[in-house]
């Protein structure tokens, strides 16, 4: 799904194509947090098919907003999400019961996770504050931040 979360990235915007994915996210991660399997099934997979867009839309906000230093934000985006994916099973294994159930109140984090990344989304990108300014390059589409 990462492809087409570039492709949709490079014709509406990396932070639009993240509006609707965390949007997603929230709504799959209460699903998750549903007892009967087949809600969590649609829940998961969902969920990391909505991760997988929003995964293609991040790589095309790097270049854009880091220009410069391009090479180094995406080796820490990548590494960021490899450290999410450990720590996210880590969370879903100690989230389990004795009987190896999950406990539904803690998937619903994944849910508040996502809306807080949404707000994010929103405050940084889309509506950027006073005190960051996105200063077009010349020539070019992308942007810079500058604070």
């Not at 490079?10 to 994915?21: C, E, I, S, W």
């Not at 220009?67 to 450290?83: C, D, H, I, N, Q």
């Given at each position: 799904m990462r492809p087409v979360g570039g492709m949709l990235a490079?014709?509406?915007?990396?932070?639009?194509?993240?509006?609707?994915?965390f949007l997603a996210v929230a709504v799959l991660g209460a699903l998750m947090g549903c007892p009967w399997m087949p809600t969590f099934t649609v829940g998961a997979l969902g969920a990391a098919a909505a991760l997988g867009l929003g995964n293609g839309a991040v790589f095309?906000?790097?270049?854009?907003?880091?220009?410069?230093?391009?090479?180094?934000?995406?080796?820490?985006?990548?590494?960021?999400?490899?450290?999410?994916?450990?720590?996210s099973t880590a969370g879903a294994w100690s989230t389990s019961r004795c009987d190896g159930r999950l406990i539904p109140g803690d998937l619903s984090l994944l849910a508040m996770f996502a809306l807080v990344c949404l707000a994010v989304n929103y405050r940084v990108f889309l509506r950027p504050s006073r005190c960051m300014k996105i200063a077009p390059r010349s020539g070019a589409q992308s942007a810079v931040l500058t604070f």
């Open positions: 490079d014709r509406l915007g990396g932070a639009r194509v993240l509006v609707p994915v095309k906000l790097v270049p854009q907003y880091f220009p410069k230093e391009t090479a180094t934000v995406t080796g820490m985006v990548g590494s960021f999400w490899r450290l999410g994916r450990i720590l």
